[in-house]
């Protein structure tokens, strides 16, 4: 399994505020991603440095601080996980999108870990 990106990522009810803090320190919205789930639309940043953090608009309860974890083999990475005691959150099946696969995954002790591999699409 490989690493295509890696950085935190925030879940949260209130996006916009957050962008606008990371906007402050210096960081730019570079894509956003909506309607992959209802009421769920994603914008990743990145500074100057080459730092990114994504923040997730969800109608969460409270806000989930995780790390985004984007690899080219979903199926290997859910493995390793669960066999680190991993669950999927709330016991969903992985998201698939138009072009990606993912779901969150919590560790025994309580910090998670959202997976996704962006899909390839080949044209008929």
Same mark, same amino acid.
């Given at each position: 399994?490989?690493?295509?990106?890696?950085?935190?990522?925030?879940?949260?009810?209130?996006?916009?505020?957050?962008?606008?803090?990371?906007?402050?320190?210096?960081?730019?919205?570079?894509?956003?991603?909506?309607?992959?789930?209802? $009421?769920?639309?994603?914008?990743?940043?990145?500074?100057?440095?080459?730092?990114?953090? $994504?923040?997730?608009?969800?109608?969460?309860?409270? $806000?989930?601080?995780? /790390?985004?974890?984007?690899?080219?083999?979903?199926?290997?990475?859910?493995?390793?996980?669960?066999?680190?005691?991993?669950?999927?959150?709330? $016991?969903?099946?992985?998201?698939?999108?138009?072009?990606?696969?993912?779901?969150?995954?919590?560790?025994?002790?309580?910090?998670? /870990?959202? /997976?996704?591999?962006?899909?390839?699409?080949?044209?008929?």
């Amino acid at each position: 399994m490989k690493f295509t990106s890696f950085n935190p990522m925030i879940i949260t009810k209130d996006s916009e505020s957050a962008i606008a803090l990371f906007e402050a320190l210096g960081f730019e919205r570079r894509h956003k991603k909506d309607g992959f789930l209802e $009421d769920v639309s994603s914008v990743r940043m990145k500074d100057s440095n080459g730092f990114h953090v $994504d923040v997730v608009q969800a109608p969460v309860p409270q $806000d989930i601080m995780t /790390i985004r974890m984007n690899v080219d083999d979903f199926d290997e990475a859910r493995a390793l996980l669960t066999a680190h005691g991993f669950k999927s959150m709330n $016991d969903k099946e992985p998201t698939e999108t138009g072009s990606s696969k993912g779901c969150l995954m919590v560790s025994p002790s309580g910090f998670s /870990i959202s /997976i996704s591999k962006h899909l390839k699409h080949t044209q008929e």
